[in-house]
């Protein structure tokens, strides 16, 4: 069952580090749209916060799965964060941040189910302490 629960962190610091990547691509392919086309319209105060709370949440999905991997009892802490993370910014971007365009829309979904998958996770985890699988 160890190897279980440390197979789970490995895929969310995985996971972690898949997102943060894509973060950091998005930034720099704004700024490189910016220095080629000057007149392109900057990104909105919008589009910038939910940058900045999804790099968050990335860096407490990596951060989750390496208290998990190491089998640490604050992992419990770091999931719930990072599942009230994860909420706070569904529920922000469902008024201030709506999908345009069916490809947005699509992406919206699958962060939805990613969020309803971590939900479990983060219940499995929130019940290794009792199971005694947590150090």
Known sequence: ???AVRGMGVFYVLAGVLALRQVLINWRLERMIAAV?????PSSITERAADVMLAMGSVLVLASGAALMMLQPWAVL??????GAQAA???WA?????PRDPISARGRRQTLNAFAVYSL???LVL???????LR
Do not use: D, H, K, N
Request: glycine share 4%; net charge positive; proline share 9%.
């Open 37 to 41: 086309l000057p007149s392109s319209p």
């Open 127 to 133: 019940s290794m302490p009792l199971a005694g699988l």
């Open 89 to 91: 910014y569904l529920l």
């Open 1 to 3: 069952m160890e190897w």
């Open 78 to 83: 770091v999931f719930l964060a990072c599942w």
């Open 94 to 98: 469902q008024r201030w941040y709506r």
């Open 121 to 123: 996770a983060t219940l």
